[in-house]
């Protein structure tokens, strides 16, 4: 394939954007070589401007569940925009939606609507301070919550794919503040309540991490981070921005039945369109301004297009929940047939996956947490990605990062993509 127009579109943004992109997973820096410049999509499909076709595996980071430019979507939008693209002040659709969200998600009473999921989380930490009257929070290594101050410590994602899981910018003080645990190391976090007791205000956790690749919690991990918050009065706020609408109706906490206090979400929410929000039981969001002292505010937070997008993708969800099962049922074939083209061939690799995130690791150890997904051999990974995208397959550009699978991919189009890891598997 050839990549010559995205090559020129690329030199010319980065004499005006830094990097020449506007988020820095966006950029091949982890895998060599200049980004694909996309001019459309629709589907299953990216078209780029050098008119090659890929087949999507982000979804634009998870969602365009039902793939790009999914026409009700669509048409909300353009609807919506004919009556106007913003006002500052109130509409029933916030209602609408809010009233939509809350039947889905167990466990929340009421939601607030931000911009992205890095607010979403900022403004979930904030309330659980505000809440709990304490100040520190407990991170995992390799979770990413958005590139807020607190959220900058050992994280995953972008900020580890470019070597700043600590970014400079960030004060000691509010680091201080910020407290680091392995994932799936229950003892680790126990260890973390002992020594900061009556200090710690919130746990906050990607129940399936999506940053660091795709890791599933051990059993019993999230019921002992449930039962460790409960007995010292802390709180435990799932980041559901990947997993929230997307491991089924109600998240993981439906699918992995362990309650949160606080659930934030992005993307899916708004239907692709710029929407984060949290929400959580009554007595804790009745902290929140206007009800109660706790600020957080924001323009365009419960924009018209923005909530016309995301009520017709949560209607759709609500409405269709055997889209899950689908995902699900695709996500298993491709996890099948990677394993199976990489196992003939002698690759060494462990695939992880769950419901349809999943994520390839060129490693022999199983890949539990940070330290086990850093372990993944970076050169295999190269050649991996560079050898699928030749063959007109986007995967992740990042080995920590999960693919995240849209229903309008096809049986065909993972046959397809199986057919493409044929004929890169001799190169890895
Ligand atoms: N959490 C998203 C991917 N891991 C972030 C996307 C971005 O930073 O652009």
């Not at 820095?24 to 895998?31: D, G, I, L, Q, W």
């Not at 919506?80 to 009473?109: C, H, R």
């Not at 070597?163 to 004060?171: E, F």
């Not at 692709?272 to 009745?286: D, K, Q, T, W, Y």
Request: charged fraction near 20%.
């Amino acid at each position: 394939m050839i990549y010559q127009r995205s090559s020129a579109l690329f030199a010319e943004a980065q004499q005006y954007i830094p990097g020449g992109v506007n988020s820095p997973v966006r950029a091949f820096k982890a895998v060599g070589g200049d980004p694909i410049f996309v001019k459309e999509a629709k589907g299953a499909y990216l078209f780029d401007e050098d008119g090659n076709r890929l087949i999507d595996y982000i979804a634009s980071w998870g969602p365009l569940i039902l793939g790009h430019a999914y026409p009700p979507v669509v048409d909300a939008i353009v609807n919506s925009a004919k009556k106007g693209t913003s006002y500052g002040i109130p509409t029933a659709l916030e209602t609408k939606i809010a009233k939509l969200a809350v039947s889905m998600v167990p466990n929340i009473d009421k939601i607030r609507f931000v911009n992205s999921g890095t607010e979403a989380c900022m403004s979930a930490v904030r309330l659980a301070r505000g809440f709990t009257g304490k100040e520190r929070i407990i991170k995992f290594a390799g979770c990413y919550h958005g590139h807020s101050d607190a959220f900058l410590i050992q994280a995953g994602s972008g900020a580890v794919t470019f070597g700043t899981p600590n970014s400079p910018g960030v004060t000691k003080g509010t680091a201080k503040d910020t407290l680091l645990a392995r994932y799936n190391d229950l003892e680790n976090v126990e260890a973390l309540f002992r020594s900061n007791e009556g200090e710690i205000a919130a746990i906050i956790i990607e129940p399936v991490p999506g940053n660091m690749g795709c890791i599933l919690p051990r059993e019993g991990f999230l019921e002992g981070l449930r039962s460790l918050c409960d007995a010292h009065d802390a709180l435990l706020i799932f980041d559901e921005v990947m997993t929230g609408f997307r491991l089924a109706k109600g998240g993981a906490q439906e699918l992995l039945d362990i309650d949160a206090d606080i659930v934030t979400f992005g993307k899916v929410i708004g239907g692709g369109l710029p929407v984060g929000a949290f929400a959580a039981r009554n007595e804790i969001m009745s902290h929140l301004a206007p009800e109660g002292p706790v600020y957080q505010a924001g323009t365009l937070s419960g924009n018209p297009l923005a909530m016309n997008a995301g009520f017709t993708m949560l209607k759709a969800l609500n409405d269709a929940p055997e889209v899950f099962d689908s995902l699900e049922n695709k996500t298993a074939y491709l996890h099948e047939g990677i394993a199976n083209v990489l196992e003939k061939n002698g690759v060494v690799h462990r695939i992880n996956r769950l419901g349809s995130m999943v994520s390839v690791h060129f490693t022999n150890t199983p890949v539990v947490d940070f330290e086990t997904a850093a372990k993944g051999n970076n050169d295999t990974f190269k050649r991996y990605f560079h050898g699928m995208l030749s063959e007109g397959v986007y995967l992740p550009p990042s080995a920590f990062e999960s693919y995240f699978l849209n229903d309008a991919i096809s049986y065909e189009d993972l046959d397809f993509t199986i057919d493409a890891l044929r004929k890169v598997v001799k190169m890895l």
